[in-house]
Each structure stands twice: as structure tokens, then as C-alpha cells.
């Protein structure tokens, strides 16, 4: 959704390579990567662009079971806390990136993560999910400017207060 909300904003261009596995978009220096493989192989598709356009700083910008709904947070490196998306991403291209954690909350059975994640927002997260969005767009577009802990110290939300 955040991707979405900078492809909206910004003049970009399709990039078509099919051994990226994702949907790529440019604009100014910058790419926008949509990996289409599986999560638990999106590593491969971050791996295959940064390789090819030997980019030096990767942002991945991700769900967060650890973190309460709303919240946004900022990370460089650091383990995968178990999200198989970013575990794939730190085998592909190491851990050294910058992450960008969007809180989700946990379900209350840890056996129902799979079902949790894949559930649709509840009706009062869905009203925030615009602007949540859009201030996580904000965030990234800052990042492509600024230190990430700049960023961090200014972006950075707790949860939804809601």
C-alpha cells in the first residue's frame, strides 16, 4: 500500500525484466520494488534488482507482528524476528538494510499468525489505514534525503491511537 502511495505521487516508469520477479519502478535515482514471488522468497526478487543496478542502500518496508497496529518504526539491520519475508531478504542480500516497520499487533492465539496476517483490517483500522499510509510514504520519501535516525526521531508513531 505504502508503494502504491509513492507510484501516486511520483512520475515513474516501469521497469519489465523478468528475472526481477517483481513489479520494478523508477523514478529519479530510485526504484520501487514490488516482489510478486511468495514472501517467504521475496529476498530473491530485492536481491536480483540490487545486484543488477548494484544499488548500495535497499529500504524494506514491512508488516510487524511485534509492534501494536499504527505504530511505525525504523531499523538498520537487526534479525528477522521471525517474518519469513525478511528472513529470505537477510539470506539474499544480508541483513544491512534499512527496515521500515509497520505495526500489525499480534492475534491472541499464537497459532492463528498465518490466519492473522492474512485477515482484513478491522473497521476501525481501516479508517486509519489512509493516513497511516500516507505518513509511511511521507517517511520513506524523507529517508530518500535525511539520516534514517533523523527520520526515525521525527516519524516514529507508538500505535494507533484509536
Known sequence: MVIDELLRRHHTSAVKKA?????LFKFDSH???KPMTYMNLSGRSIAAVKNFYKIDEVIVIHDDLDLPFGALRFKH?????????????DVSISREYLRVRM????PVEKTKVADYVLSPFTAA???HLEGWVAQTAD????LLT???????SR????????
Not at 103 to 106: A, D, E, R
Not at 155 to 162: H, I, R, T, Y
Open 139 to 142: 517517511a520513506v520519501e524523507r
Open 31 to 33: 526504484f520501487l520494488l
Open 146 to 152: 535525511e539520516p534514517w535516525e533523523q527520520v526515525a
Open 77 to 89: 539491520g537487526g534479525g528477522h524476528g521471525g517474518h519469513n519475508g525478511l528472513k529470505s531478504t
Open 19 to 23: 528475472s526481477f520477479e517483481g513489479d
Open 103 to 106: 505495526g500489525i499487533g499480534k
Open 125 to 127: 483500522e481501516a479508517a
Open 155 to 162: 516519524c516514529s508513531v507508538k500505535a494507533f491511537a484509536g
